[in-house]
């Protein structure tokens, strides 16, 4: 079973960046595809980011350009840097990893981008 905690989240300014981090457990980190989902109030949830254990990435164009997804390995963490943080970036994130297994999910942390 894979534990994911995440954290990093909070209040920003339009504009402003923030780097969002995921810590999970177990010895097999490096086969897992790991991702970044939101979801906003009265929303569904969307995919932000994702990494595969080959280190490919994909966003959607909603936040192409802006967000950058990595992992590190060796400390069985994932990061999101977020730049240009627009109000509609507003939701509660979630770090997820797949494998075969099936697809675990951690707690969520806030993200509110508000003057």
């Known amino acids: 079973q894979v534990q994911l905690v995440e954290s990093g989240g909070g209040l920003v300014q339009p504009g402003g960046s923030l780097r969002l981090s995921c810590a999970a457990s177990?010895?097999?980190?490096?086969?897992?595809?790991m991702g970044w989902y939101r979801q906003a109030p009265g929303k569904q949830r969307e995919l932000v980011a994702r990494?595969?254990?080959?280190?490919?990435?994909n966003y959607p164009d909603s936040v192409k350009g802006r967000f950058t997804i990595s992992r590190d390995n060796s400390k069985n963490t994932v990061h999101l840097q977020m730049n240009n943080l627009k109000p509609e970036d507003t939701a509660v994130y979630y770090c997820?990893?797949?494998?075969?297994?099936?697809?675990?999910w951690g707690q969520g942390t806030q993200v509110t981008v508000s003057s």
């Open positions: 177990g010895s097999i980190f490096s086969r897992y595809t």
């Open positions: 997820s990893a797949s494998f075969a297994l099936g697809t675990y």
């Open positions: 990494i595969t254990s080959s280190s490919s990435t």
